[in-house]
T-cell receptor, first 119, second 111 residues
Framework: GAVVSQHPSWVICKSGTSVKIECRSL??????MFWYRQFPKQSLMLMAT?????????EQGVEKDKFLINHASLTLSTLTVTSAHPEDSSFYIC???????????????FGSGTRLTVV | SQQGEEDPQALSIQEGENATMNCSYK?????LQWYRQNSGRGLVHLIL?????REKHSGRLRVTLDTSKKSSSLLITASRAADTASYFC???????????FGSGTKLNVKP
C-alpha cells in the first residue's frame, strides 16, 4: 500500500532557528501533498497544500513566510518553520494522495508526524 | 475546528460494548472519511463514505451519513482495548483535493 515517510519524527530547536521537515511518498508519486498541524488534544488544522512545481496554497491565517513549503519533486515536499518560536511547538503531519488507489479510498496516506519543540 | 464538531469529545466504555461517535460538518461535501489516531502518531484511514451513500460497513465499523443534517456517525461494535484512540471525521468541503478535520472523539476502551 501507499506509504508516506515523514522525517524527523521529533526535533528540538532553539528559538530563532529554522527547522525543515520532510515528507516523502515512498512508492507512489504525489503531485499534491498537504501539511497539517495539531496542538495537544486538538484536531488537525490544514495549513497548506503543497503543489509539485508550483507555489503552495495556504489556508487563511497561515503565514506563508513563516512556513515555507517546497515541493520540488513528485515524491518530496518539505516544510520549513522559519525563525521558530515556542508557540510554533506542535505536531506537524503531512499527507499525500496515491492517484492509483481505488475510489473507495481516495488514497490519502498520512505520515507519522513530526513533534517540534522550540525552546 | 476548520470544518465541524464531533461528539462526544471523550467516550469511555467497557470492552465488548459498542461505541458511537458523531460528526457534524458545515459545508456540502463529496465524501466524508473517518480516521483513527493513536496518541502522538499519524492517522490511519478507516472508511470513506460518498455523499450519495447513506450507510457503509467495514468489519466492525459502521458509518452512516445524513447529508440533509450534515452529520455522520461511526459505530464500532464489540469494542476492544486496542480500539482506544482518537477518532476524527474529515470532509472535503466539495473540494476533492482538501480535507478538513472535525474536533475528534477520544475513545477509551477499558479491558
Amino acid at each position: 500500500g501507499a506509504v508516506v515517510s515523514q522525517h524527523p519524527s521529533w526535533v528540538i530547536c532553539k528559538s530563532g532557528t529554522s527547522v525543515k521537515i520532510e515528507c516523502r511518498s515512498l512508492d507512489f508519486q504525489a503531485t499534491t501533498m498537504f501539511w497539517y498541524r495539531q496542538f495537544p488534544k486538538q484536531s488537525l488544522m490544514l495549513m497548506a497544500t503543497s503543489n509539485e512545481g508550483s507555489k503552495a496554497t495556504y489556508e487563511q491565517g497561515v503565514e506563508k513566510d513563516k512556513f515555507l513549503i517546497n515541493h520540488a519533486s513528485l515524491t518530496l515536499s518539505t516544510l520549513t518553520v522559519t525563525s521558530a518560536h515556542p508557540e510554533d511547538s506542535s505536531f506537524y503531519i503531512c499527507s499525500a494522495r496515491d492517484l492509483q488507489s481505488g475510489l473507495d479510498n481516495y488514497g490519502y496516506t498520512f505520515g507519522s508526524g513530526t513533534r517540534l519543540t522550540v525552546v | 475546528s476548520q470544518q465541524g464538531e464531533e461528539d462526544p469529545q471523550a467516550l469511555s466504555i467497557q470492552e465488548g460494548e459498542n461505541a458511537t461517535m458523531n460528526c457534524s460538518y458545515k459545508t456540502s461535501i463529496n465524501n466524508l472519511q473517518w480516521y483513527r489516531q493513536n496518541s502522538g502518531r499519524g492517522l490511519v484511514h478507516l472508511i470513506l463514505i460518498r455523499s450519495n451513500e447513506r450507510e457503509k460497513h467495514s468489519g466492525r465499523l459502521r458509518v452512516t451519513l445524513d447529508t440533509s443534517k450534515k452529520s455522520s456517525s461511526l459505530l464500532i461494535t464489540a469494542s476492544r482495548a486496542a480500539d482506544t484512540a482518537s477518532y476524527f471525521c474529515a470532509t472535503d468541503g466539495n473540494n476533492f483535493n482538501k480535507f478538513y478535520f472535525g474536533s475528534g472523539t477520544k475513545l477509551n476502551v477499558k479491558p
